[in-house]
């Protein structure tokens, strides 16, 4: 998911420079409390730098190659000066096993890839585009056979997204044992998501519940609209509201389906859709509509591989720009 508007980039410099005045706010304090050290004077000195650079236009610029530093290391530390290309052998190494933990812990919160809860099957296939990713698929079966089920995709890449991904996923799973409405889930998740990012991240979302007589409630905030298979033909169900975080008071509509046996829900993050070949031309809605009902005779397992196989295809080798997922749910 990308985000390139002057507004975006604005409120992201106010919210930055907040965060470093608050910084400077408990490093002052700290020193008052247990006296000057070393280390918090190092530590204020930097924090005073970054303000100033932030006071001047520069925050975010490396100071080697006076580009810009990577967006998703500054929202993470706004002290940052250099970007990674000019860090220092032990920063690159550092970086680099603080990628790998948390790639760990991203793969670690990853359910199974195939799973059935009463009549319901459910198959995904998650590839990030780098270490780390933005996009979050996951589901929770019930005991008595419903299944609520969720894909998304955090505004921006790296850490910054991944670690906000994790924050959303324990969110939600908190809020769907209070046993909540969808829409009371979704209306609490971005409140508690807006609270805990900056103002220019954002999530899109769709979380659906499968229940054990074929019914499926479905709240989309924003995110691209998942394809209902059905009678040989694809039914869009379109976003009901804005990503979560976007505004803290957000209201989320709640539509519901009902799935025949052998019924699909296909669902997928935008890095399928606006993939792009050698030629600079979308996969777009069209041939992602045709590949959905080209491929709905398969297991849900194997409809999953289909899609993955036909994107690398149109990409023909090239270098994924953005992470990918696709899920699919089917009544059995």
């Known amino acids: 998911m990308h985000q390139t508007s002057a507004s975006t980039v604005q409120m992201t410099d106010a919210a930055l420079r907040a965060q470093l005045a608050e910084r400077h706010q408990t490093v002052e304090l700290e020193i008052a409390r247990v006296g000057h050290t070393p280390e918090l004077d190092r530590l204020l000195t930097d924090v005073r730098d970054a303000i100033a650079r932030a006071d001047g236009g ?14 998703d290391r500054v929202m993470i530390d706004p002290l940052v000066r250099f970007c990674l290309d000019h860090l220092t052998a032990a920063e690159q190494r550092a970086l680099e096993r603080d990628l790998d933990l948390a790639a760990q812990i991203q793969r670690g919160l990853l359910p199974s890839t195939v799973a059935r809860s009463g009549r319901w ?4 296939r998650y590839e990030p585009a780098s270490i780390v990713s933005g996009d979050y698929c996951d589901y929770i079966a019930t005991g008595g056979g419903d299944v ?3 894909i998304g995709d955090v505004s921006g890449k790296g850490v910054a997204a991944s670690m906000l991904m994790a924050h959303l996923r324990a969110t939600l799973h908190a809020l769907i044992q209070m046993d909540l409405p969808l829409d009371q889930v979704m209306m609490r998740a971005s409140r508690l998501f807006s609270e805990s990012a900056l103002p220019a991240q954002y999530a899109t979302l769709v979380l659906g519940k499968a229940a054990r007589d074929g019914t499926v409630d479905i709240s989309n905030a924003g995110h691209p609209a998942p394809l209902l298979i059905r009678h040989g033909g ?6 009901t509201g804005l990503p979560l975080g976007m505004f803290r008071d957000e ?7 009902t799935l025949s046996p052998g019924e699909t829900l296909l669902l997928y993050t935008d890095g399928v859709a606006e993939a792009e070949d050698g030629a600079g031309r979308m996969y777009g809605d069209e041939r992602l509509s045709a590949m959905a009902v080209e491929s709905s005779g398969l297991e849900v397992s194997a409809m999953v591989q289909a899609f993955v196989r036909d994107l690398a295809a149109f990409q023909s080798g090239l270098k994924r720009q953005d992470d990918v997922t696709v899920a699919a749910l ?3």
Do not use: K, N
């Not at 694809?234 to 976003?239: A, F, I, K, T």
């Open 58 to 71: 520069s925050l975010g610029i490396c100071e080697s190659c006076h580009e810009p530093i990577e967006a």
């Open 121 to 124: 099957e459910l198959s995904y």
């Open 330 to 332: 089917r009544r059995g």
């Open 234 to 239: 694809v039914e869009r169900v379109d976003s």
């Open 148 to 150: 609520y089920f969720m």
């Open 251 to 257: 209201q989320f509509a709640v539509t519901r389906w």
